[in-house]
């Protein structure tokens, strides 16, 4: 067989594992998703995890995908020894914890993309991480709040090993995606991804539409997910009579013309690593609401470019003025817009992420 350039080129670089004991396409499996094709032409990636949602959506985006058919020892020992990494970086509690057993022979990296509670008291999953921990030469947090709440975190463990990145996105791409003609989507006044969201989450939002509605406000709420709706979801629609302005949307592998056509992007999932979807949303100038994101606080600032409460009458008020004022439509849609290329600094997070490889 002959080796080409880019053959001799792919061998020289750096292989890195992205491990993850997930199948479904969330906030945490764009975030990954996003650095692999940002570091693309520097790496060597591929991404393992269990065979589901997430093949079709990483495939679409032209990633390396190594479904793992059995989450067990031998399995991903076996799938470790095929693509032979360099690095495994590990991206929830059970990837941390199975990862840790190759750490006498490969460097692991561990990331903790959300806030759990059961990392805020001892737990089984508390306990066994703070024993795999002690084989991760860095650790990366979505926050200081999650790093300090962690039970067993040690404050004073060098600031080398733990480590704050926040994810990015490539404005110039999501507004390429966004100028596609393949479909003509409705123009919503609000959208919203539910797929990570509880029910509980979602009933939230809906009261807050309940009250929209209530004081006379008619207006079109997309709802992106990839599963089909949930009864309960659909009974407690019509309960608050919002079920005519709710509209349920299968997921669009390109949901970015979906996403720039909308006044209003919804965030209702409480993340503390921040929302990829809030990110895009301000590339195209779609200003964020949010019941209430810890992980928007750095990139939203209250009746500039977005709005954080709360409780819902908050976030109800502030959505009516939206829809009833262009002129403040407009203000926070603009700075939206400007403060998105600021708040997405490529180079930056590249060095962060090349540094966190070395």
Known sequence: MNITKKDVRNLSKTKVLHLLS????????????????????????????????????????????????????????????????DIIHAHDFEACHIASKFSKSIKVIAQI????????????KSLSFKNASKHFPKIVWPSEYVKNSYKFFDAKQD????????????????????NSTEETPTPFDMLMFIDEMEIEEIKKVINILALLQGRGFTFKFGAISSNIPNTEI???????????????????DNYYNILSKTKILFIGKKYEDTPIYALEAGALGVPVLSVFCNGLKSIIQNEFNGFLANNEYDLANFAARMLDDRHLWLLLSTNALSTSYVQNDLEKYKNELINLYK
């Open 159 to 178: 600031n080398q090993k733990n480590i704050l990145i926040s994810p990015v996105v490539n404005c110039e791409s999501v507004i390429e995606k966004s």
């Open 234 to 252: 659909t009974e407690y629609l019509k309960e608050t009579g919002v079920a005519d302005s709710f509209i349920f949307i299968n997921k669009p």
């Open 22 to 85: 997930s199948n479904k396409f969330t906030n945490t499996e764009n975030t990954i998703s996003q650095s692999m094709k940002i570091l693309e032409n520097d790496f060597d990636f591929a991404y393992a995890s269990p065979n589901g949602q997430i093949s079709k959506v990483l495939r679409s985006k032209e990633l390396n995908y190594l479904p793992i058919e059995n989450w067990d020892l031998k399995t991903i020992s076996n799938l470790i020894e095929t693509f032979s990494p």
């Open 113 to 124: 993309h959300t806030d759990s509670e059961d990392m805020k008291k001892i737990t089984l």
